[in-house]
């Protein structure tokens, strides 16, 4: 049998962590012999903004249960894919600058994959997609909304353009966490 805890799970059995359960640890300590242990992407991008001193010791600890049974989406071929990696082998072979630098500026980030000879072309041509309206005004008054929906809707203010709103989606993640925005 395999089993996929969330990360939640391995800070509750780090001893050093102020989330520590013995009893989450002695559970995963018992089964650890006997069943399968999964990790994923979500595993690897919960660690990202972690100091590196921490992600390391997240990662080795991951890996004590884990090992080395990692599985991921492939995007392109849309199917789950299941490698031999460890969780740090993992975390090394992602890009995560990249994809933090694409959502501070999206239009930016692709803008270099036309620095070629011809290129200018194909950048303009990006950039007027980037910078198509797709809201003709977003001066949308939060007062009319439900108090429980604003501060979501807050996040959108000012957006006009696609770029603008793939600027704004990278606040959003830390949103799903927020009880004034979702009522558990």
Do not use: W
């Not at 990202?48 to 080795?60: A, G, M, V």
């Not at 460890?86 to 072979?93: I, K, V």
């Not at 990006?126 to 198509?132: A, P, R, T």
Request: aromatic share 14%; charged share 30%; net charge negative.
């Amino acid at each position: 049998m395999r089993i996929y805890c969330d990360s939640n799970v391995f800070r509750k059995a780090k001893r050093t962590s102020k989330q520590f359960n013995q009893a989450v640890y002695n559970t995963l300590e018992a089964l650890n012999e006997h069943f399968v242990f999964l990790f994923s992407e979500a595993h690897l991008a919960d660690l990202t903004k972690s100091q590196e001193d921490y992600r390391k010791e997240d990662l080795i600890l991951m890996e004590r249960y884990v090992k080395n049974n990692y599985f991921c989406r492939d995007h392109i071929k849309k199917e789950i894919q299941i490698l031999l990696a460890t969780p740090t082998e993992a975390y090394d072979s992602k890009d995560f600058q990249a994809s933090d630098e694409f959502l501070e500026n999206p239009y930016d980030s692709v803008s270099k994959i036309f620095d070629f000879e011809g290129g200018e072309e194909y950048g303009n041509l990006f950039k007027s997609i980037f910078d198509l309206p797709i809201f003709p005004a977003n001066d949308i008054n939060v007062e009319t909304v439900q108090p429980e929906h604003r501060e979501l809707l807050e996040q959108f203010k000012g957006v006009r353009t696609i770029n603008d709103a793939l600027k704004k989606l990278q606040g959003l993640g830390q949103m799903l966490d927020s009880d004034s925005v979702f009522n558990y």
